[in-house]
């Protein structure tokens, strides 16, 4: 490969990190926000039971969003062009983020705030469902056949990236005393989004158009209808696609979202030991994803991805016993081992796998809609599921549901073919 030709892909690797950080860094901070602030200030007339659920069905309102994001920005990705919807899809998810930032809350436009803030929810759904499939193959159809792997893993560092940028800023603001906080710290790190925004723009301008899309465009192959060609051609692959997120996604929004909550209620610590084992463990993944992602370039997608299903199984149990110990190294200990030894090897080879799952005329539309249905099944219930089972069934059922997951992936890895050597120009 010529030197011109790593340099440009390390320029579109860097893009489609720097796109996807930014993107996830507005996703996770309303997480927290849910968690933490929206249940008093947009639904402060419930018990602070229902606010929190209420606070994060606002949450499932993005996900919900997410497979719509999916086919209609897929549907252009694959008419138009990749590099195109990336850029509609940044500056969606950013104003959209801003704007949460600026929000009144209930006490000044009474049911407004909590609808407004559906609303600006959707759109942020709407704005992840189409980004990711884009900036996936931004990478993977640049690079060498041999290193797919390992650059389309690049891109997944934006989640462990944007959850630890939007925790870190947030827990800086979250210092201030609780009043001030409420009243307009936490609002901070939402306006900032602009900031970043306009850095991943200037980078996000400057990479071409995919070379196998150009090829596609030239050759006056572009599909009329991806979607109706996608779900008469593959029907199956976009079902494994979904299957396999279920519990890469279903888990890691347990972890990421729901043990924060845990953390607090029933084990008796402080949200920080919760929320300083999620970045150590995030940070961590800087370097587990892109090294699962090169393995999988040597071994096979299916391998990797088979081990991280199974290892979400194993630790399913152990996370809530280590967490209700409540001792600080062993809540650490057990959010490590479950981003580190099930998240990653899941995540990692995801962005070449699904890719490779699917043909060039409907491959923003595949990758896009069998990942963004599974995300939404999974990661869009999986903290509300966790939370209803709680009060009633304690964390044994929260468990037994995390194995269910796994099992589902387990089925949908196993039964899919190995896409190593895939060819991306032929359509298989």
């Not at 893993?153 to 603001?173: D, E």
């Not at 900032?192 to 925004?197: G, H, I, N, P, T």
């Not at 006056?220 to 109706?228: D, E, I, T």
């Amino acid at each position: 490969m010529s030197t011109q030709g790593k340099s440009s892909i390390r320029l579109v690797a860097a893009a489609s990190l720097i796109g996807t950080t930014i993107e996830w860094y507005d996703f996770f901070l309303y997480n927290t926000a849910a968690a933490l602030v929206f249940n008093k200030l947009f639904f402060p007339t419930f018990d602070p039971l229902v606010g929190t659920l209420l606070a994060f069905s606002t949450y499932a309102v993005g996900f919900a969003a997410r497979p719509v994001g999916g086919i209609v920005i897929g549907h252009y990705g694959d008419r138009v062009g990749r590099k195109s919807m990336l850029v509609l899809t940044l500056i969606m998810m950013g104003l959209a983020t801003a704007a949460i930032g600026l929000l009144p809350s209930y006490d000044r436009i009474g049911i407004w705030a909590p609808i407004t803030l559906v609303l600006l929810r959707v759109v942020q759904g709407f704005g992840v469902g189409g980004q990711w499939g884009g900036a996936i193959l931004m990478t993977v159809e640049h690079a060498p056949a041999n290193r797919r792997g390992y650059y389309g893993s690049l891109p997944q560092i934006g989640v462990p990236a944007g959850l630890l940028l939007s925790t870190v800023v947030f827990s800086f603001f979250s210092r201030l005393p609780p009043d001030t906080f409420l009243a307009w710290g936490w609002r901070v790190p939402f306006i900032l989004s602009v900031v970043l925004v306009a850095v991943g723009l200037i980078i996000r301008l400057t990479i071409l158009e995919t070379p196998e899309f150009t090829k596609v465009k030239e050759s006056h192959g572009v599909s009329r209808q991806p979607v109706l060609e996608l779900l008469n051609k593959y029907p199956r692959q976009v079902l494994q696609a979904a299957g396999a997120r279920v519990a890469e996604n279903g888990a890691f929004y347990i972890y990421s979202a729901f043990m924060l909550v845990y953390a607090t209620q029933h084990a008796k610590v402080s949200r920080d030991v919760a929320l300083d084992g999620l970045m150590i463990g995030a940070a961590l993944e800087f370097v587990a994803v892109p090294a699962y992602g090169a393995l999988s370039d040597r071994v096979g997608r299916k391998p990797v991805y088979m081990f991280g299903a199974v290892m979400t199984a194993v630790l399913a149990f152990p996370l809530f016993w280590m967490f209700d110990t409540g001792s600080t190294p062993l809540i650490w200990l057990a959010l490590i081992l479950s981003l580190l030894l099930a998240h990653a090897p899941m995540y990692a080879p995801q962005g070449a796998f699904f890719s490779e799952l699917f043909g060039t005329t409907v491959r923003y539309s595949g990758a896009s809609l069998g990942s963004q249905l599974g995300a939404t099944v999974a990661g869009g219930l999986s903290p509300l599921i966790a939370t209803a089972l709680l009060p009633k069934y304690g964390s044994t059922a929260i468990a037994i549901y995390i194995i269910g997951m796994a099992l589902v992936t387990v089925v949908a890895i196993w039964s899919a073919t190995e896409t190593l050597q895939h060819d991306l120009q032929s359509h298989h």
